[in-house]
């Protein structure tokens, strides 16, 4: 587990001032403790051909890479977990499907929509919007409120996002908070290696203890979903009865 407060980054290749792949690598030299690669509508390929290229360099420097939604692109490529909105597969589903040691994240919008997450089997849960954000236009904030109340509601860690920076991390901390997810904060720097050091430098320097330390992956690695198929398969079996069920996420 790691006790630090976590920096992720989340990818929106739009929103690069220096080009996608560029601002991931100053990213990774600037600090941050995650890096979830989301490219919503494009292909399968190009979103496994970036992941190949950023897996190396963040391995090297102990950063874990999520990829978004697609649990089969994370398996080719070997990352270190998967991270789910509300449209995407049910989450006992894609835990089905994913390799030993992988950590699965939600997004989530109310304590009703996090508790169905973790007893889903989610690793962490990622709430927002807590601030005003451009990814969100006309949408009003949920409010550092919710997310402290969403923090010591469940057991597991929980990440803000959502019109984070350096100037409201301190807030987001005094939750409980596990960590902070941001986008525009580093990619639409004209220099994200500085603007990652400056976050990090400013929720480093403030007091903190996480109710729930963020998972740190197990590796499991390219060739780890190619192992003990029939157990593999026996867990898909079981998640689909289950998501029939009724387990299914909020399509909303």
């Given at each position: 587990?790691?006790?630090?407060?976590?920096?992720?980054?989340?990818?929106?290749?739009?929103?690069?001032?220096?080009?996608?792949?560029?601002?991931?690598?100053?990213?990774?030299?600037?600090?941050?403790?995650?890096?979830?690669?989301?490219?919503?509508?494009?292909?399968?390929?190009?979103?496994?051909?970036?992941?190949?290229?950023?897996?190396?360099?963040?391995?090297r420097r102990?950063?874990?890479?999520?990829?978004?939604?697609?649990?089969?692109?994370?398996?080719?490529?070997?990352?270190?977990?998967?991270?789910?909105?509300?449209?995407?597969?049910?989450?006992?589903?894609?835990?089905?499907?994913?390799?030993?040691?992988?950590?699965?994240?939600?997004?989530?919008?109310?304590?009703?929509?996090?508790?169905?997450?973790?007893?889903?089997?989610?690793?962490?849960v990622t709430?927002g919007h807590?601030?005003?954000?451009?990814?969100?236009?006309?949408?009003?904030?949920?409010?550092?409120?919710?997310?402290?109340?969403?923090?010591?509601?469940?057991?597991?860690?929980?990440?803000?996002?959502?019109?984070?920076?350096?100037?409201?991390?301190?807030?987001?901390?005094?939750?409980?908070?596990?960590?902070?997810?941001?986008?525009?904060?580093?990619?639409?720097?004209?220099?994200?290696?500085?603007?990652?050091?400056?976050?990090?430098?400013?929720?480093?320097?403030?007091?903190?203890?996480?109710?729930?330390?963020?998972?740190?992956?197990?590796?499991?690695?390219?060739?780890?979903?190619?192992?003990?198929?029939?157990?593999?398969?026996?867990?898909?079996?079981?998640?689909?009865?289950?998501?029939?069920?009724?387990?299914?996420?909020?399509?909303?």
């Open positions: 587990m790691e006790d630090r407060f976590q920096i992720h980054l989340i990818t929106d290749r739009k929103r690069a001032r220096i080009g996608l792949e560029p601002a991931v690598f100053a990213a990774l030299r600037g600090g941050v403790d995650w890096v979830q690669l989301r490219e919503k509508g494009g292909p399968a390929a190009g979103l496994y051909e970036t992941a190949l290229r950023v897996i190396p360099e963040a391995r102990g950063v874990g890479v999520l990829i978004n939604d697609r649990v089969d692109v994370a398996l080719a490529a070997g990352a270190d977990g998967v991270h789910l909105a509300a449209r995407s597969l049910p989450p006992v589903v894609a835990r089905s499907l994913m390799a030993e040691g992988m950590v699965l994240g939600v997004s989530v919008h109310g304590l009703e929509e996090a508790h169905r997450a973790v007893e889903a089997g989610a690793d962490y709430f807590v601030y005003p954000t451009a990814s969100k236009p006309g949408l009003p904030p949920r409010g550092v409120r919710e997310l402290a109340r969403i923090v010591e509601s469940v057991e597991v860690p929980v990440l803000a996002v959502g019109g984070i920076d350096a100037s409201n991390a301190a807030e987001v901390l005094s939750t409980g908070a596990s960590g902070i997810a941001v986008i525009s904060a580093i990619l639409a720097a004209g220099d994200p290696v500085e603007a990652a050091r400056r976050l990090r430098q400013a929720v480093d320097s403030l007091p903190h203890r996480p109710r729930h330390p963020m998972p740190y992956p197990r590796r499991g690695g390219r060739d780890a979903h190619k192992a003990q198929p029939r157990e593999r398969g026996a867990r898909r079996r079981q998640a689909h009865r289950a998501a029939a069920a009724g387990g299914e996420e909020d399509p909303g």
